[in-house]
């Protein structure tokens, strides 16, 4: 059975650098909010862009295309998962923040497998008839945290 991590269990992950980078303003009642890297690149035209240092961020021109990645890294191995959910995985559903399709941004919800370590990566789409822009560390999707049993993996992995 998976069970929803709370407001309580998601501090946590961040204070065991299991969600590293993480800021604890940023947790939720049941879900963590992502925020967005520095570095991407213009899908439209291949070049790269670091917005560390630029306070207007970036700008996504209508009908284009970015690649973009999240602030924070994910540490799901089972050694980091372990010395907090013995016997457990962690598993996620990320769903974009609701501002971006009212901006007309297009991109997809994802999952996290048991197991993962690194950033996560989107690709960010915008269909408006108007640019849009995006700053460092702006807050851009929902991760939704679940405790999985390793029983419950085993089935999961049969089906």
Same mark, same amino acid.
């Given at each position: #059975?998976? $069970?929803?991590?709370?407001?309580?269990?998601?501090?946590?992950?961040?204070?065991?650098?299991?969600?590293?980078?993480?800021?604890?303003?940023?947790?939720?009642?049941?879900?963590?909010?992502?925020?967005?890297a520095? $570095?991407?690149?213009?899908?439209?035209?291949?070049?790269?862009?670091d917005?560390?240092?630029? $306070?207007?961020?970036?700008?996504?021109?209508?009908?284009?295309?970015?690649?973009?990645?999240?602030?924070?890294?994910?540490?799901?191995r089972?050694?980091?998962?372990?010395?907090?959910?013995? $016997?457990?995985d962690?598993?996620?559903y #990320?769903?974009?923040?609701?501002?971006?399709?009212?901006?007309?941004i297009?991109?997809?919800s994802?999952?996290?497998?048991?197991?993962?370590?690194?950033?996560?990566?989107w690709t960010?789409?915008?269909?408006?008839n108007?640019?849009?822009?995006?700053?460092?560390?702006?807050?851009?999707?929902?991760?939704?945290?679940l405790?999985?049993?390793?029983m419950? #993996?085993?089935? #999961?992995?049969?089906i």
């Amino acid at each position: #059975m998976a $069970k929803t991590l709370n407001d309580i269990e998601l501090k946590k992950l961040i204070d065991n650098n299991i969600i590293i980078n993480g800021d604890e303003s940023r947790v939720r009642s049941n879900a963590y909010i992502l925020r967005l890297a520095a $570095k991407g690149e213009y899908m439209h035209i291949g070049k790269e862009f670091d917005i560390s240092k630029h $306070k207007e961020g970036f700008k996504l021109p209508t009908g284009n295309s970015v690649a973009i990645m999240s602030f924070e890294t994910l540490d799901f191995r089972r050694d980091a998962v372990h010395k907090l959910y013995p $016997k457990c995985d962690l598993f996620t559903y #990320m769903f974009p923040v609701t501002d971006l399709s009212r901006e007309g941004i297009v991109t997809n919800s994802t999952v996290v497998d048991p197991g993962y370590h690194g950033v996560i990566n989107w690709t960010f789409n915008n269909i408006s008839n108007k640019e849009n822009e995006f700053l460092y560390q702006e807050r851009i999707y929902r991760l939704v945290v679940l405790e999985v049993g390793l029983m419950a #993996m085993l089935v #999961m992995a049969v089906i």
